[in-house]
């Protein structure tokens, strides 16, 4: 049976597409190893089916995808929010694994033991107990915790996780290649490269996965952008060592004065009746694809909730709560993107380098690494 990759799964989702990291490139002058021939389809090969040892090692990320810290997204949010942001990672070859990341004040650690996900914020003193519970099937084979468990910053930033989402959903939209080699936390690697073709519309220009020459699988993932020669979003490893791992890293007892919480899970709320007494979840509110590839578009509901502002004053849903200092999410699209509307409605919609969101003043919001219009067309049709 194929051993669990090292990502905490929680969301990873999402981007089905973002990714991320520094860079990890060769100082000034360094010459690109020499390595024998490979052919592209070795290398997706070797992607799809990547296993990662028993390693210790940093991930660093580095974005430039222009998105805000979305309030309620944790540690995946920080990560995706931009800037410069790195974590330790340990992963004892099998399942267990522990993550570790600076949140300002303090840090929170993950540790996954085989049975139960904790984590701990040091800055707040509090430990959240997720039970793996049921699995699921993901794409790649890999079995997965229940939707309660939490979303790990390992997910967005590990790049045996990144580099199979991305393989698995664009390989037969792109034309694919080896270009070069690179060296990447010490260790040669050749570059594969995934490129959309000519009918995709998308704004990403290509996506870069640097594999270990050695041990096959993805150091490091790099997306590019139309327009652009920096990445839009790096994540890859700066430093790795590959062997066995200390078992007393991947157990975890919360300390004495911490606060230990279970979370509702996800039957629990949806049955739960929002203030107007109709559920907030539901078949509508999860998401769904329209396109394939590259101009991929995913399709949501947000729960009523998230429509009020933080602090859940009606009067900040309203037009003009971005003025009036609302932080919901309604108020954070009106403040970042511009007003749009159509026969699908009217909403905001907001534009980085690496794709457009569309938020409807009911809350309907489409997404993808695709221009404005794709996204309209999507609603239209929806």
Known sequence: MRRRNIALTASAGVAAGALGLTSMTLPAGAQSPQLPQVSADELVASVMESDPPALAGRITVHNELGLPALPGAGEAGELLSGGDKSMRVWYDGQQRQRISMSNGSGETTVVDDGNTVWKWDSAERTVVKYSHGESSQGESGTKRPDAGTPAAPSEIAQPSEIAQRLVGKLRDTSTVQVDGTASVAGRDAYELVLTPKPNERTKLREVRIAVGAESRIPLRVEVNTNGSSDPALRAGFSELSTGEQDAELFQFTPPEDAKVRTPEKPEERSSAPSRQGSSDSGDDNRPRTEGTGWDTVVLSRLPENAMRSSAGDDEQSAPGAAEAGGTGVRAMAERMG?????????????????????????????????????????LRDS
């Open 338 to 378: 511009s007003p749009v509307s159509g026969s699908w409605g009217h909403g905001w919609v907001i534009n980085t380098s690496v794709g457009s969101a569309v938020l409807t003043s009911d809350g309907r919001v489409a997404a993808g690494a695709v221009p404005q219009q794709v996204l309209i067309e999507a």
